[in-house]
């Protein structure tokens, strides 16, 4: 089976800021590429942070009475967040970033992990090579569902099980799959749902595989 990886998936002309680059000059870059975050990057491109729009409205926040409230006595690091002006002293660091061969669900596990929307993608030197996000990894889930079912068949069940095509009911709908029939080992109903799963666009598995008497080496 082959899988989209997030080199297949991420936007590879990055949008990028210097450390330098001003609080309005950084506004600019995400109005202009209609973007939400940006990573900041050293003279060789590898990204030391990211500079957000929650990073640019605390700051904008930072002087207000309603902020004062609820934070009467910032630390130093937020103070400092608060009052700089540049993209050095204004991004979240160290940037979270991700490898260009990483798969879907490992890059969507960072996403979530560190709860950003975008992950900067870094080359074998660290340098960024492209941005990955949110909506970059929904894609596979547009792919069409007789692409998905011919995958199966021919990859995961043909391929994969060595199984004949016509052993294995598979009916796709919308990414959720329906696996019926009547498995000639113990065990391989299960094996096959694992599989199906993991095929780029799947949604759910609906296992209806009845299960052959005998024992198992899966």
């Not at 960024?128 to 021919?154: C, K, T």
């Amino acid at each position: 089976m082959t899988h989209r990886t997030v080199k297949d998936l991420m936007t590879d002309k990055a949008v990028s800021v210097q450390r330098g680059t001003t609080f309005k000059e950084i506004v600019a870059v995400l109005e202009e590429f209609d973007i939400t975050a940006v990573p900041v990057v050293d003279d060789a491109g590898r990204p030391l942070g990211v500079v957000s729009e929650a990073d640019l409205l605390r700051k904008t926040s930072g002087g207000s009475s309603h902020s004062a409230l609820l934070h009467p006595e910032p630390g130093e690091a937020e103070r400092a967040k608060v009052e700089a002006t540049t993209a050095e002293g204004l991004m979240t660091a160290p940037a979270v970033c991700a490898r260009p061969g990483w798969t879907v669900v490992e890059a969507a596990a960072a996403m979530e992990r560190h709860r950003v929307k975008r992950l900067p993608v870094v080359g074998d030197g660290g340098e960024l090579i492209g941005v990955v996000s949110r909506s970059d990894l929904l894609h596979v889930f547009l792919r069409s569902d007789q692409s998905i079912r011919s995958e199966i068949i021919e990859d995961v069940v043909v391929q994969t099980l060595g199984e004949p095509p016509s052993a294995i009911g598979v009916e796709v709908g919308h990414g959720h799959v329906v696996l019926s029939g009547t498995v000639t080992r113990p065990g391989l109903a299960s094996v096959l749902e694992r599989l199906c799963r993991s095929v780029d666009g799947v949604i759910e598995v609906d296992n209806r595989l009845d299960a052959a008497g005998g024992t198992s080496s899966w």
